[in-house]
T-cell receptor, first 118, second 110 residues
């Protein structure tokens, strides 16, 4: 149980285009979802926290107009990288937290999406 | 602020060797501490956790003890297997957020 999927697993796009990444909790309802970014040989950096039906809360230094997050349902959150540039190339990871009584209140992680902007 | 420092890898061991991966943290208050493991091609999985000082988390032969006096949460396993090869992340939680260390690659050779 407590499986989180991401789609796509990897994507290559041209500079200036937008890319959408989906994060789904497959067998539980996620009250909160998180988006992280991971650079090579570095730790995961939290980008934003989203609760279903409300606006995401972005960490300091993360451009909310560039990284659009939508959490329209209890099982789906999307991250859209708008007007992507090569410096946006990275590994993006989502996690989902369900209610404590159903999923232990812990974060469950997706396998990540590799974005390459050319 | 809150931060986590863990030993750089890769760590390469022979099967059945003893494993230690060091992790220290800086935090305000008393955070919960975690070890996550990431196998190739998969998402991070919670390996073990401890929520207060002197707690010992354990799972699959791995152990870590929450040491407030040394602000440490070192991961140990008495006898590693090839299947333990993965990336290990130490993390702390404050409020609703996780702060991760850089990760340590473990390679176990048969």
């Amino acid at each position: 149980g407590a499986v989180v999927s991401q789609h796509p697993s990897w994507v290559i796009c041209k500079s200036g285009t937008s890319v959408k990444i989906e994060c789904r909790s497959l067998d539980f309802q996620a009250t909160t979802m998180f988006w992280y970014r991971q650079f090579p040989k570095q730790s995961l950096m939290l980008m934003a926290t989203s609760n279903e039906g409300s606006k995401a809360t972005y960490e300091q230094g993360v451009e909310k107009d560039k990284f659009l997050i939508n959490h329209a349902s209890l099982t789906l959150s999307t991250l859209t990288v708008t007007s992507a540039h090569p410096e946006d190339s990275s590994f993006y990871i989502c996690s989902a937290r369900g209610p404590a009584r159903l999923a232990g209140g812990e974060q469950y992680f997706g396998p990540g999406t590799r974005l390459t902007v050319t | 602020g809150n931060s986590v420092t863990q030993m750089e890898g890769p760590v390469t061991l022979s099967e059945e060797a003893f494993l230690t991966i060091n992790c220290t943290y800086t935090a305000t208050g008393y955070p919960s501490l975690f070890w996550y493991v990431q196998y190739p091609g998969e998402g991070l999985q919670l390996l073990l956790k401890a929520t207060k000082a002197d707690d010992k988390g354990s799972n699959k032969g791995f152990e870590a003890t929450y040491r407030k006096e040394t602000t440490s949460f070192h991961l140990e396993k008495g006898s590693v297997q090839v299947s333990d090869s993965a990336v290990y992340f130490c993390a702390l939680e404050y409020g609703n957020k996780l702060v991760f260390g850089a990760g340590t690659i473990l390679r176990v050779k048969s």
